[in-house]
């Protein structure tokens, strides 16, 4: 009995050596002490860096890129490099969750029609509103410069839904959106380039003038309004994207926008 505890000691040591690498390297990314594009060296140098095995090692690496929190470059001239977190890989993440619980596509645009309204009252009552409003109407420029290239017009109209919610100043709301808008920009491209009339310029037109209206109203800061207003643009929006063949996350992950 006594040596059966030993050796499950053993083996819990060994298999906690890994992820104490991975949290420990984990922790110096999140910080910034790990910046973007940051060198760690060589298999050889962090096996003696971290005093472990080279199984050990490899497997606190596994961990690591899998997170997408570094990349494992193979060859001689092969090393670690570390790469810091961003709402893509969020969005991929949060992407195989929902696709293992089988959520529709419907639900996620519910999730930002739920958002998105809150964020314009939140913007309408700030002191910081008329600068709010001048980016948002930058960026309502850039989808009207790209609203003949369904690729180019499905980033820019992401970019303004990204920073609508972000102006309104919740962190942690805004890492939501982020999440939610790499899915959903899918879903616009997918539209933009089918042939009907759903994907038509003339649709995209009437989305930008919805936009526009938006801005007026945050600008005058009603807040009741804007909420009102976006809420019943989000809801036009919701069934033009589930007029299309996707009907679930994982649909629009099999292609990629960019």
């Known amino acids: 009995m006594g040596n059966d505890v030993v050796a499950k ?17 984990r922790t110096l990314i999140v910080k ?53 977190p961003d709402h893509r890989m969020t969005a991929r993440t949060a992407a195989i969750v929902l696709q293992a619980r089988n959520v529709s596509l419907a639900d996620v645009f519910g ?31 850039q989808e009207a410069a790209a609203i003949e290239d369904p690729e180019a017009f499905g980033r820019a109209n992401a970019r303004f839904h990204e920073r609508l919610v972000a102006l309104a100043g919740n962190q942690t709301l805004t890492i939501v959106a982020e999440m939610l808008n ?23 037109r009437r989305g930008i003038r919805s936009q526009y209206r938006l801005t007026e109203l945050l600008e005058a800061g009603d807040g009741a309004a804007a909420e009102e207003q976006w809420r019943a643009h989000m809801a036009v929006v919701g069934k033009v994207m589930l007029g299309q063949q996707a009907t679930t996350v994982v649909d629009l992950f099999h292609h990629d926008p960019d």
């Open 32 to 84: 910034g002490e790990l910046v973007e594009g940051q060198w760690l060296g060589r298999e050889p140098e962090l096996v003696e860096r971290f005093g472990v095995s080279r199984p050990s090692l490899r497997e606190a690496l596994r961990i690591l890129e899998a997170e997408g929190l570094i990349t494992v470059l193979r060859g001689l001239k092969g090393g670690v490099v570390v790469r810091q």
């Open 111 to 141: 999730a930002r029609s739920m958002l998105e309204p809150l964020a314009a009252k939140a913007i309408a009552s700030s002191r910081r509103r008329r600068a709010a409003v001048r980016e948002l109407r930058e960026l309502i420029e």
């Open 9 to 25: 000691r053993s083996e819990s040591t060994v298999r906690e050596k890994p992820q104490k690498i991975a949290d420990e390297l």
């Open 182 to 204: 790499e899915i959903v920009a899918r879903a616009v491209t997918a539209v933009s380039r089918s042939d009907d009339a759903l994907g038509s310029i003339a649709v995209r």
